[in-house]
Every structure is written in C-alpha cells, then in structure tokens.
C-alpha cells in the first residue's frame, strides 16, 4: 500500500498531470439530463462526470451503452468566458465583467467552434475571431508606456510574435485608462477590427477539474451549431463526440474514483504513519 502511493506521488510530482487516475470505476445511468443535472447526479452518486483520458476509456464507455441511436454527456465543456491575456497578469480577465471591456452585441459567439481570440470591432468592443484571420493589431511597449497600432495584417499569433518581437506583447486592457488610451490610439485609423492580447484554450475544461488531451471527435464536430453548444456527448453507435446544447437530454456516464493531485495525496497521507 505504501509504496503504491509512493508511486503516484512521484508521479504527480513529476508533473504528469495527464495520466489517467488509477483504479477508478464507470457508471453508465440511463436516465435523461441536462448537462449540469448530469453534474450534480455523478457528483452525489458517484464521483463526477467522467474525464475520457484515452481510447481505451472511450471503448470501455461504449461497451457499457446500448448500441442504440442516442448519446450520453461526459465531463468535457467549452468556456466561452475563460479568457486570458497574452500579457502578464494572464488571468486579470478572469471571466467577471469590466466596465471598459464591453462585448459587442451577442458576442462572445464562438461561431462554427473557431473563434478563440479576441478583436476589438468598430475600435471599442470585443469581439471573439478566428485566430488565424489577419487584422492590424495593437501592441503594447512597457518601456515607453505606448500603444502602437500595426496596420498590417497579420493572425493572431503572428501578431503576437510580432509585438513581443519588437515591443513588449499584445495589449492588454486593464483599467478605464488604458481603454481610453488605445481608443485614442485608434481613433482615426479606419480599422475595423483590430487583434489585442486577449485569447482562450478550446474545450479545456473536464467537470472533475483534470485535465486530459485525448479527443474523439465527430468528422465534422465540434461546430458549436447555432452558437449554443458548449457541452460534448458521447454517440452511442460510434464512441464519437459531438458538441451539444448543455440544456439538451442525455443519458450520462459517471465515474468512482480519487481525483488527482491534493485528493490522491491527502488520502495517502492517511495509510502512511
Ligand atoms: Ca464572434
């Protein structure tokens, strides 16, 4: 017992946050739920939503389903509010309403499931854009306290190497004054939409707080239909994944078991003395 837990202290110490939990058991519950019902059954019958760490899960959840044509949520969500900046001070944004950092009309919408960085639209609000598309972009310089409007246009990443290149990043928007300072930057300039330093990761988050790369998506998912999709089912006929409306039906798979990191220590600390 002792040296199992050893094991996985050195593994977490290790930093590989990834791997799979041990020992944890599967629950299919055949009964139809919003995505955050489904949440708050896992969590007082079982553990939580299940966290999918590889395909060797993803089969053992399909084995257990009917071989029906229906779908069952997992603990994978999209956060259209988990912003960050290029910048540091990374998680200032975090996800609370500013003032001075105004969303345009019906935005963030993450259209067609592409949308994970930020313009400023018509040179005052936010707007969620391809990363890839090209626009003129507003560096800040540290040094000289400057915002600098580049014209050319350039992707979202591009343009972060660029203002890190030559100044010091992307701009941040940080306080009432700074969004009057780059509204003056821009004013005049004609630039309709303008990249600042403000992005996200996709489909970073499983409701048990771990964190796993592994993916089995649809060939044509996730596509966020109708803007309104931000939570993911499991297809019972093929194991794939789609992005669903988290206020659709679904019949849910749930797990028993530690979570990782301070759990898996707190309980090893127990057998330990
Ligand atoms: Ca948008």
Redesign the pocket.
Known sequence: MEETCLLLILLLSGGLSTLPPHSREYQFVNQLMTWTEAQSYCREHFTDLVTIYNSNINQLLLSMSPNIDTFAWIGLYDDRYSWKWSMEGKLFYVGSTHEFLIWANG?????NAK?YCVALQGQTQM???PCGDSYPFLCYNASSTSYILVKESRSWSEAQSYCRTYHTDLTSIRSKEEKSNITLTLNGSGVQYVWIGLYRDPWAFWSDNTTSTFTNWEPSQPNNYNSAQYCVTMYFMSGKWSDSACNEKADVFCFTGEVQNANTIRSCHHVKH
Request: proline share 11%.
């Open positions: 935005q963030p919408d993450c259209v949308e707007d969620d854009r």
